[in-house]
């Protein structure tokens, strides 16, 4: 029986010492995939203001890097901003956290600046085709969180290093109040 008591201790203080490795912060229902955090923001705003929050989350607009992922961002929502731009340089469109383009997913005729207007924000349809927009319509968007396993993540490396000396030290309790016992 005592046995059985230590090891379910051992179990539930090792899940309690699991940490996010994720430095921000999903304030609602997120998804892990392919070792990114997702989370769908409901909120009706336009293509900057969605930039800004995801980045006062600690995330950015997510970027999508292939189809897999593209198919799965698709799921969130019938009409949402991406991290897809060309607002520093017209018809260069570039992801907002500088990484390079390996996939795109244009609609038929996009990007088109339609009716000559600067269209400089991608937002992504229900199917998963990408359509340039101008900055003044509102769409819900997705917010996407890079893992960051670094020591200088206190998101990860302090709250791991607190965890496993909390783990320790219940270890080393339990340890000897089951030795006090077993001497009685």
């Keep these: 029986m005592d046995n059985r008591i230590i090891i379910s201790f051992l179990i539930i203080s ?11 912060t999903a304030q609602n229902e997120s998804t892990i995939f392919n070792g990114h955090e997702y989370e769908l923001i409901t909120h009706y705003i336009t293509w900057a203001e969605a930039k800004e929050d995801c980045e006062d989350r600690g995330g950015h607009l997510v970027t999508i890097s292939n189809f897999e992922e593209n198919e799965f961002v698709s799921s969130f929502a019938a009409v949402i901003w991406i991290g897809f731009t060309e607002e520093v340089n017209e018809g260069s469109w ?3 956290t500088g990484e390079t383009i390996t996939y795109t997913n244009w609609a038929p005729g996009e ?7 600067d269209e400089d924000y991608a937002e992504m349809g229900g199917d998963g085709r990408w359509f340039d927009n101008i900055n003044r319509d509102s769409n819900p968007y997705v917010c996407e969180w890079e893992p960051d396993y670094s020591e200088d993540n206190e998101n990860f490396s302090s709250l791991a290093f607190l965890f496993s000396r909390v783990f320790f030290f219940f270890i080393i309790i339990i340890l000897l109040i089951i030795i006090r016992r077993r001497t009685r």
């Design 14 to 24: 090792f899940l309690l010492g699991i940490t996010s490795p994720f430095r921000g």
């Design 94 to 96: 570039q992801w907002i």
């Design 111 to 117: 990007p088109n600046n339609y009716g000559g207007i």
